[in-house]
């Protein structure tokens, strides 16, 4: 089993960047697929971004372009760099592992969820 703590979320102006951070607990992180999905008031949690255990990442079409996700095993951490931020990219973001191979990209995928952290886009 594997805790999950989101961090780095805040207030920002549009056009502007925020890197969040997902720590993990335990010592197999590197067996972990890992995936960002966020959450806006009034939708559904939708897709973000997802990186397997070998590096490999995809993007929603939305993100791709300004959003990086990364991993560092040796930390046990998950990064989102986002950048060139947009008002439409306002939600709760969550992290979350997955125990199968390859990029996951559909909630149903995962098995660990963090409990979010808050991004706010302003004009």
């Known amino acids: 089993q594997v805790q999950l703590v989101e961090s780095g979320g805040g207030l920002v102006q549009a056009g502007g960047s925020l890197r969040l951070s997902c720590a993990a607990s335990g010592r197999t992180f590197s067996s972990y697929a890992m995936g960002w999905f966020r959450q806006a008031p009034g939708k559904e949690r939708e897709f973000v971004a997802a990186?397997?255990?070998?590096?490999?990442?995809y993007y929603a079409d939305s993100v791709k372009g300004r959003f990086t996700i990364s991993r560092d095993n040796a930390k046990n951490t998950v990064y989102l760099q986002m950048n060139s931020l947009k008002l439409e990219d306002t939600a709760a973001y969550y992290c979350a592992a997955s125990i199968w191979v390859g990029v996951i990209r559909t909630q149903s995928g995962y098995d660990y969820w963090g409990q979010g952290t808050q991004v706010t886009v302003s004009s």
């Open positions: 990186i397997g255990r070998s590096g490999g990442t």
